[in-house]
């Protein structure tokens, strides 16, 4: 559903009176379901916390975006309500969102509400609104550019209305370099070549992670991750280890994750 700026404050209370989506991994930690990574982050990434995604180029948006879908279902399950916000910009650059593509992802298109703001200014200000809000389990913010409003001030009214509420907030950066923020991890995302299934059958959504920056332990750690939508979890891709290196000559292979529409 896409809904103008106008209307956010009507969304954010219907939200508010939404139970939120009960995590997968317990009250405090959004387990991933890949051990060696779920272990790196002591059980998984933090609720209530502020989360930055990257994408390592420009091929990687639709990677990044879909990681970021993943994430949130890892958080509120098939049914509960996403809250995805982002501005006309985005719209314009990116597409609108695409059902089928979350589908295949394993969500539910009636569980994603989809806020529209004018610009970034009235983006972080409804973000902010709506991470204060409850009933919400998780929020994905997609900005695209370096966003100068987005600076460590803004990010840390994020970070602490996050806190204060319990809401999981993605910060989808698109097309962006990361600069000093209040995000309790930062994560660059790349695609990575998928397992073909029988008969030739695309295979899963792969991914190639680094952990670039964590508030409260060690960061640099890389991960190969597959992504079951029939169990919503992550695992290790068949014959590949857990653990890989990137290499700077990877060729750019079909981003994976949620399909945008022009």
């Not at 009507?10 to 009250?27: Q, Y």
């Not at 966003?147 to 009214?157: E, F, G, Q, V, Y």
């Amino acid at each position: 559903m896409r809904e103008s700026i106008d209307h956010l404050v009507m969304l954010k209370r219907n939200l508010a009176s939404i139970a939120g989506g009960k995590l997968l991994s317990g009250d405090h930690r959004i387990a991933t379901g890949h051990a060696a990574l779920d272990e790196v982050l002591g059980g998984g990434f933090g609720r209530g916390r502020l989360h930055e995604l990257f994408a390592e180029t420009g091929d990687d948006a639709g990677s990044v975006t879909g990681f970021a879908t993943m994430l949130a279902l890892r958080a509120v399950g098939r049914r509960s309500p996403i809250f995805w916000l982002r501005t006309d910009e985005s719209e314009r650059l990116g597409g609108r969102l695409h059902g089928p593509g979350l589908i295949e992802l394993g969500g539910d298109p009636d569980s994603l509400v989809v806020g529209v703001a004018p610009d970034t200014k009235a983006l972080l200000k409804a973000a902010a609104d709506a991470a204060r809000c409850p009933g919400l389990s998780a929020l994905i913010v997609e900005c695209h550019g370096q966003c100068p409003a987005l600076d460590l001030t803004a990010s840390r009214r994020l970070a602490l209305a996050a806190e204060q509420s319990g809401v999981t907030l993605f910060l989808l950066r698109l097309e962006a370099q990361p600069v000093p923020s209040a995000a309790d991890t930062r994560w660059m995302v790349a695609a990575a070549p998928s397992q073909p299934l029988e008969a030739g059958a695309p295979g899963r959504p792969m991914f190639e992670i680094e952990l670039l920056r964590r508030r409260a332990g060690p960061a640099g750690m890389r991960w190969r991750l597959e992504w079951n939508r029939d169990r919503l979890i992550f695992c290790d891709p068949a014959l590949s280890g857990a653990v890989v290196p990137l290499s700077p000559s990877r060729s750019a292979p079909s981003p994976a994750g949620l399909r945008l529409s022009a």
